[in-house]
């Protein structure tokens, strides 16, 4: 198993480990497959969509934000609050936006919340109550990262399509170096 990516889910490992490897791996291939592009290409769109890598990179930038920093960490969720300001579509990049600029913003806000990752595994927050509520009833923080999976799931699908529309680039994973600023082994 030596020759496995870094980033590549551990084969024999606890089910909260699973999670957040699984978790990391959807970002990985994720970032891998809006890297190294121009804001041209990063808002380019599909015929039959407004959905381009640049508005994905914000969209789950402010739902990193939101799922970790608000509603596992309870605290003031900076990302989401300025993204959504006076009604701005999260998945719509500003003209003024650069490449560089939301690069940055996506990976900070994975950055912060793998930093929040490790408090839920060193005080093994996964099973408790998150700010998220129904009714009464409160998600657990477990219910919150498997919510996160599934949003990148279906990301990362959107993400193939654009990806290979802009220049052929295609592959279920990305090469075995390619490790975002984020990630540490």
Same mark, same amino acid.
């Given at each position: 198993?030596?020759?496995?990516?870094?980033?590549?889910?551990?084969?024999?490992?606890? $089910?909260?480990?699973?999670?957040? +490897?699984?978790? =990391?791996?959807?970002?990985?291939?994720?970032?891998?497959? +809006?890297?190294?592009?121009?804001?041209?290409?990063?808002?380019?769109?599909?015929?039959?969509?407004?959905?381009?890598?640049?508005?994905?990179?914000?969209?789950?930038?402010?739902?990193?934000?939101?799922?970790?920093?608000?509603?596992?960490? /309870?605290?003031?969720?900076?990302?989401?609050?300025?993204?959504?300001?006076?009604?701005?579509?999260?998945?719509?990049?500003?003209?003024?936006?650069?490449?560089? &600029?939301?690069?940055?913003?996506? =990976?900070?806000?994975?950055?912060?919340?793998?930093?929040?990752?490790?408090?839920?595994?060193? &005080?093994?927050?996964?099973?408790?109550?998150? +700010?998220?509520?129904?009714?009464? /009833?409160?998600?657990?923080?477990?219910?919150?990262?498997?919510?996160?999976?599934? $949003?990148?799931?279906?990301?990362?699908?959107?993400? =193939?399509?654009?990806?290979?529309?802009? =220049?052929?680039?295609?592959?279920?994973?990305?090469?075995?170096?390619?490790?975002?600023?984020?990630?540490?082994?």
């Amino acid at each position: 198993m030596d020759d496995f990516p870094v980033w590549e889910p551990p084969v024999f490992a606890s $089910e909260e480990l699973h999670l957040f +490897a699984m978790l =990391d791996r959807l970002r990985v291939t994720f970032r891998y497959k +809006a890297d190294g592009l121009q804001i041209t290409q990063l808002t380019a769109q599909l015929p039959s969509s407004a959905l381009s890598l640049g508005g994905l990179l914000q969209h789950l930038a402010a739902v990193e934000d939101e799922k970790f920093t608000y509603l596992i960490a /309870q605290k003031r969720p900076e990302v989401l609050l300025e993204l959504t300001a006076q009604g701005h579509d999260p998945f719509a990049v500003d003209s003024s936006q650069t490449a560089e &600029n939301l690069y940055e913003l996506y =990976d900070q806000a994975v950055a912060n919340s793998r930093m929040i990752t490790q408090q839920i595994l060193e &005080n093994n927050l996964l099973d408790t109550e998150s +700010a998220l509520d129904f009714e009464g /009833q409160f998600l657990s923080v477990r219910r919150i990262v498997c919510d996160l999976i599934e $949003e990148y799931g279906r990301h990362t699908g959107h993400a =193939d399509l654009l990806r290979e529309a802009i =220049d052929g680039r295609v592959g279920e994973d990305p090469p075995q170096d390619f490790l975002p600023s984020w990630f540490d082994a």
